[in-house]
């Protein structure tokens, strides 16, 4: 144990399945819980979709949730949750001295001038003239802000007042491993005391499901588990809305402000393979190795998407290991791309902080965890490219 462990002090988590780690958990602990789902309305794929949520409980102002995206406003929201879980929002001391570290994506498109460029551009061949019309007549210049990955960091320092150095990350679940392995360093290394760290997205928007969908990962028919969509209709990714937020401290910092401390965060492992030339099962077998994990039964709590080659390979390391009793998530809440990793991060915070596994979330497919969780693995294996792994321990 050393004053620079890294430790997880507040966690701010959304997803159809409700808000808060205590909703979460209430929910994650029924064996056999249905998931929440909304098929009709991009049929024929199916989305995890938002609760209704007040954003008044953590965006007061009117103006500043105007502005924002509604990915934004997740990622403010979840933020917010994360920062009162951690007893720090409101307090101007600690909020001027926090670092943040963001996942985040490249923002919504307005889908309404899109088609009106389209529109236009079939009768008029000065289409550079017709682009810088619509640039200037179309779109407000916080609009077209509003596209900016950064500008989630900025919402929440301008929202909430966290105003110490600020990153973000871009690259789909890479970005969310890279945020969380870039905090801890951060505070192992003494550069950080507390760090603000996380990720939202929002999949209720057609361009969002259209990135996935050019490639073929998009799962199409019927709603299946996670584990079970292989050789299905589609490229096995059913998404969800959600966003995921840490608060990471140095231990003495926590201790000294008398903080309740959920886990401890060991190892982020990451590496990016070259899955083309077929380099992925070997690459998560190196995560494993490198992520020391302990001897006896582990529980894991997987980000697997669901996407074919990615899961599939996934499954067959984690299932090499007998001892090894995976979770995953994504059947419950969906594929959250930049706030994959965080989210398995809290969600294996959770299990150890309260010593009780959950239970399989896919009973035909997952193994039962008769122990007490003292350690539990957390793995995001992208749908298209890079790979991560966190170790959280008890306390």
Known sequence: MSSHDVVISGIGLVSSLGEGPDAHWRKLVQPGLEPVLEA?????????????????????????????????????????????????????DLCTTMDMVV????????????????????????????????????????????QLSNLLAGNISIVHKVTGSSRTFMGEEGAGVA???????RIRSGQS?????????????????????????LHRGPWRPVWQRQGLDGGGVVTGSGGAFLVLEQRE???????????????VVSGRAIRRQGELDAEI?????????????????????????????EKSALDANPA?????????????????????????????????AYPAFDAATEKPFNGIPRTVLATAIGY????????????
């Open 193 to 217: 005391t507390h760090i603000l760290v996380g990720g939202a997205f929002q999949t209720e928007h057609s361009d969002m499901l259209l990135g996935y969908e050019l490639a073929g990962y």
């Open 285 to 313: 077998a190196a995560l494993l190795s490198q992520a020391a994990l302990p001897n006896g039964e582990l529980l894991t709590i997987s980000g697997a998407s669901g996407a074919h080659a990615a899961t599939a390979a």
């Open 324 to 356: 090894i009793a995976a979770r995953g998530f994504s059947t419950l809440t969906g594929h959250m791309k930049e706030a994959q990793f965080p989210f398995a991060v809290a969600l294996a915070a959770l299990t150890v902080e309260r010593e009780a």
């Open 253 to 267: 910092h926590a201790i000294g402000r008398g903080r309740k401390i959920y886990a401890e965060l060991g190892p």
């Open 40 to 92: 009709a309305r991009f049929s024929p794929y199916t989305v995890h979709p938002l609760p209704e949520i007040d954003w008044n409980l953590q965006i007061a102002k009117r103006g500043d949730q105007r502005q924002m995206e509604t990915w934004q406003r997740l990622g403010t929201y979840a933020a917010g949750m994360a920062l009162d879980d951690a007893g720090i929002k409101g307090n101007d």
């Open 103 to 146: 996942a985040a994506g490249g923002g919504e498109r307005d889908e309404a001038v899109d088609a009106d460029i389209l529109a236009a551009s079939e009768s008029r061949n000065d289409r550079d003239v017709l682009l810088n019309e619509k640039l200037t007549t179309e779109l407000r210049p916080t609009l077209f802000l509003a």
């Open 179 to 185: 945020a969380v392995e870039t905090a801890a360093a």
């Open 384 to 395: 298209h490219q890079f790979e991560g792994m966190a170790l959280v321990n008890a306390a």
